[in-house]
T-cell receptor, first 114, second 108 residues
Framework: KAGVTQTPRYLIKTRGQQVTLSCSPI?????VSWYQQTPGQGLQFLFE???????NKGNFPGRFSGRQFSNSRSEMNVSTLELGDSALYLC?????????????FGPGTRLTVT | GQQVMQIPQYQHVQEGEDFTTYCNSS?????IQWYKQRPGGHPVFLIQ?????EVKKQKRLTFQFGEAKKNSSLHITATQTTDVGTYFC????????FGTGTRLQVFP
């Protein structure tokens, strides 16, 4: 089975711009979660989608949003980028949502905001 | 909200030495997962523990869940350079909450 894929792998944006990141889960997995990883804050949960519905959300401002399509692929969007948004954005897929399911992570998108 | 602390933050060992990282919570955990992230890589699932006092082994790795289900540990026997990376515990309730991680460096 192909693993979780994320595009693009690297991105450089300017403050104030917006960005869209994409994630394709493992075939058959219906849950996609997004995480932000920074040296200072570690790995932080952004949100989880299952069956095209957001099931859970972390403590991030409304500038961070996401969606999931009928084929389980997911996108996350960050609007009005700030320098502090520079991070590795990881998505993870699992079979189901809301429980102790093994998460399979993608390679991440490294976002740099200048 | 749920918080999970890990200690130590960093550990440098000589190849062949043992290594242990601890994960602690102030509340009872329903389950705990362990992940490894190699430098420049992404987290990779290692194991999940759900029962009080549970001990699981994977070759040189031993995972333990505390009797009170408030703490867990990962012990690596006779470390190798391939063990280098950051080890995270994570609690999966309705979302995955990661511990702060322990970065392991192994010197040959």
């Amino acid at each position: 089975k192909a693993g979780v894929t994320q595009t693009p792998r690297y991105l450089i944006k300017t403050r104030g711009q917006q960005v869209t990141l994409s994630c394709s889960p493992i075939s058959g997995h219906r849950s996609v979660s997004w995480y932000q990883q920074t040296p200072g804050q570690g790995l932080q949960f952004l949100f989880e989608y299952f069956s095209e519905t957001q099931r859970n959300k972390g403590n991030f401002p409304g500038r961070f949003s996401g969606r999931q399509f009928s084929n389980s692929r997911s996108e996350m969007n960050v609007s009005t980028l700030e320098l502090g948004d520079s991070a590795l954005y990881l998505c993870a897929s699992s079979l189901w949502w809301g429980g102790p399911y093994e998460q399979y992570f993608g390679p991440g998108t490294r976002l740099t905001v200048t | 909200g749920q918080q999970v602390m890990q200690i130590p933050q960093y550990q440098h060992v000589q190849e062949g030495e043992d290594f242990t990282t601890y994960c602690n919570s102030s509340t009872t955990l329903s389950n705990i997962q362990w992940y490894k992230q190699r430098p420049g890589g992404h987290p990779v699932f290692l194991i999940q523990l759900v029962k009080s006092g549970e001990v699981k082994k994977q070759k040189r790795l031993t995972f333990q869940f505390g009797e009170a289900k408030k703490n867990s540990s990962l012990h690596i026997t006779a470390t190798q350079t391939t063990d280098v990376g950051t080890y995270f515990c994570a609690v999966n309730t309705d979302k995955l909450i990661f511990g702060t991680g322990t970065r392991l460096q192994v010197f040959p």
